[in-house]
């Protein structure tokens, strides 16, 4: 084939992968989706991006970019058209400790950018389970989120400046390191989190903040969700909005976690419906000062707002991390999460958002709900609960499609009515074209179609994602 | 005229000013540009604004939209055309203070929102001089910086959602309240800083955040730029990152306000070369419960850093205010930045960014290159320091307009060298057309063009702004 061969002569015969060597690329974390691509192909620069662009445009061949392959959502499903691995772009180009910046291309792996901040008393605050793979182009093109949001933002706030390769090849540099710059419309938030179907992320500035000098991290249960807003309002008050994660385990997770990892010890006596992780960090000096009892402030601050809540009745066990080893435990009964929530079938797994204080309603209304549905019905629900954002998966008890849909068609009922989102973290890809569909603004969908027109009319851009 | 005519029938004869009543609308702040409206439309509601559009649509009339006249680039100048005020859509619609959002209409006054926000002891925290006029709907479409972007983010980060009337008239609902949604293109932030070229803001949704209990303040005055950053960086530390200003006047500042306001009690008993202003805000309680010698903690954290700055001989003077007279007295001597920088003439004034380490290099350069040019020069350079935004100002020995532009270019030659914006938080408008056109990545031009073209082909919205 003519265009292979082109590639070939650009990039090298080695970094051109077809047959078997392609193969492995046609699979992602989530064994749901598997592809047979036409070709692999392995730039090593945004000239190379550049010209595989110049090439796939001119040929009107359609090209799927990918990084760790850990999307959850098929969106790096490629069938019969060819993959731009961003792996070989894995160059942390500088960290400039003063200025708090990382300038990286976009094959670095997550970890390894959390590794290179922390030799500078950095660190970079995205944080979740697939980050040992997970690549900062994936980050920024789906926008991810993960258990930091709450006091970092998401990929988009870690985000200063962008390179990116258009779909006729055409290199953008908006790689700026600035705080302000209204210099034009703010076209990196446009590429961010669109999940490489308007353009090739190649090369991102992004944002450190100061390595916390110390964490206080606690598990805690609570009668209900209501008391646990409570304790997160309180935490926020008492710390200057020092709380990193708000993690929300039910009951049905703890018992799941009993069966599939009998070797964890609980952190209760007994199981409660409301269980919850939580931690705080100390960023300044005098949090992590011991005082005359010994106890450092900021894990002083936590107990006693912990104390306070125990003695009001609003919360009903709490056991504080006394050591790293513990504190990762916690950490570790949280990030299993995934594991375990898929350990179980058939299911209906979602990643929606509601506003804050419409977590608890949201579970109210669809619990109200899905009994019509399939009166055997079973749920889990492992959320980041100070984001207001739910893993909420459903085990229906039969593995019919159309009972599937009717029961996130549910779903999505009661979090549009409580004015939420049907995607929060994970980005659209393949899985949630219906819902997108039928649930988002149709404006809002036309003026995503012109703009998708605007920049890739030949629709060779990741095509098929996104976009219904 | 038909279209006038079919514009009353839509909202009202009183809503359609024209003659006199449209000539006041004929002017902004700056007193540099003046134009003669067409007609003046004062829509109440969306589906007014969508009228409108659709009439002006059909008619490939252009509509510049309008807040509080507070633009300082002529970005809505509007000579011969329709200008849309937003003036009467002025409704705070709802606070939600366990939320923290503020769901207001676009033309609503900043200083408004501030008042409804405290009465929640919550903040709305944008903050610059012209409060009290500009409006949400011109914050947003310029994204408006100030002075405290460096704790809470220019305008676009205090956005979760925007109602934004389009072109021809649809109306798109983007009134997300949450802090995870990543259902499909991030639109919301290409309306924000797009200075009404792509679409009529209507309404958004706000974050508040919780009122500083205390504030800290003080004027230091330091040896050199690179003392000041050791001083914000150790404030930073020490409180966790809790300043929220930190704002530069250099001593042709001090001495010209000696001469326009001599009321003034200057800040110490000489004029330096470098004076600051520093506010850190508390918002825990343990840093406004006073200690055993009855100093509360932030302000204890404030003094035991500038003493040891001051022991170390980096800081040369400081004085920490006392009272909220005293604190407002600091705080008055920084807004009197405009009227005082403009009070000179000839001037050629910027609003420029620079990485955040790169400003004392800037001063450095651009002192070395512009006696060439005006051997005769003078400067005043007001900043938002922590931000690396600089209103640098010169003033040149002849009002030669080739002269200006020659300074202006040199300006912007050191700016690009040191990876800065040529536009910082003011917006483009017309007075930055040129900078846009000589200094924009070439790609980054095609693509917002793309975009226009694509959201408003009829090129209706605020012509011949942002886009050279």
């Known amino acids: 084939m003519e265009l292979i061969e082109a590639l070939r002569a650009e990039l090298g015969e080695a970094q051109v992968l077809t047959g078997a060597d392609a193969a492995r690329y046609g699979r992602d974390v989530t064994g749901k989706y598997s592809w047979n691509p036409l070709a692999v192909l392995r730039p090593a620069t945004a000239g190379e991006v550049s010209a595989v662009m110049q090439l796939a445009h001119a040929a009107g061949m359609p090209v799927v970019p990918v990084g760790g392959h850990t999307g959850l959502n098929g969106g790096t499903s490629a069938e019969g058209v060819l993959m731009l691995s961003l792996e070989r772009m894995n160059r942390i180009r500088e960290i400039r400790p003063e200025a708090r910046v990382a300038i990286v291309e976009s094959g670095v792996v997550l970890a390894k950018l959390h590794e290179a901040a922390e030799q500078h008393g950095l660190a970079f605050p995205l944080f979740f389970g697939a980050r040992g793979s997970a690549m900062i182009g994936g980050n920024l093109s789906t926008n991810a989120g993960g258990s930091n949001v709450l006091r970092y933002g998401n990929t988009r706030a870690l985000c200063l400046g962008l390179e990116v390769v258009l779909a006729d090849g055409r290199v953008m540099d908006l790689m700026s390191e600035l705080h302000k710059d209204n210099s034009g419309y703010d076209l990196k938030d446009l590429f961010i989190g669109a999940e ?39 935490l926020q008050e008492a710390t200057g909005g020092a709380v990193e994660a708000f993690e929300f385990m039910p009951r049905s997770y703890m018992e799941r976690m009993a069966i599939c990892h009998p070797e964890l010890r609980p952190p209760f006596g007994q199981t409660y419906d409301v269980t919850l992780m939580v931690e705080v960090g100390a960023t300044a000096p005098r949090d992590v000062t011991p005082g005359p009892d010994g106890t450092v402030p900021i894990a002083a601050l936590l107990e006693e707002t912990l104390a306070g809540m125990l003695e009001e009745e609003m919360i009903l066990d709490a056991v504080v991390a006394s050591s790293e080893a513990q504190r990762n435990e916690m950490w570790h009964r949280r990030e299993l999460a995934a594991e375990i929530t898929l350990s179980r079938h058939p299911l209906v797994d979602t990643d929606i958002a509601v506003p804050l204080d419409q977590v608890a309603t949201f579970i109210e209304r669809i619990h109200a709900r899905l009994p019509a549905l399939d009166p055997g019905f079973e749920t889990m629900n492992v959320a980041h609960l100070g984001d207001g954002n739910m893993h909420f998966t459903v085990y229906p008890t039969s593995d019919d499609p159309v009972l599937a849909d009717r029961i996130r068609e549910a779903i999505e009922d009661v979090v549009l009515e409580l004015r939420g989102s049907f995607s929060a973290e994970h980005g659209v890809g393949l899985s949630k074209l219906p819902s997108m569909r039928r649930r988002k603004d149709p404006v809002a969908l036309e003026v995503m179609r012109a703009v998708k027109t605007a920049l890739d009319p030949k629709g060779i851009l990741n095509p098929g994602k996104v976009l219904p």
């Not at 992004?206 to 309002?233: F, G, H, W």
Request: proline share 8%.
């Open 196 to 234: 490489g179907t308007l353009g090739v992320i190649t090369a991102a500035v992004l944002k450190l903040v100061p390595k916390p000098r110390a964490y206080a991290t606690a598990m805690v249960a609570a009668p209900s969700l209501s008391e646990a807003l409570v304790l997160l309002n309180r």
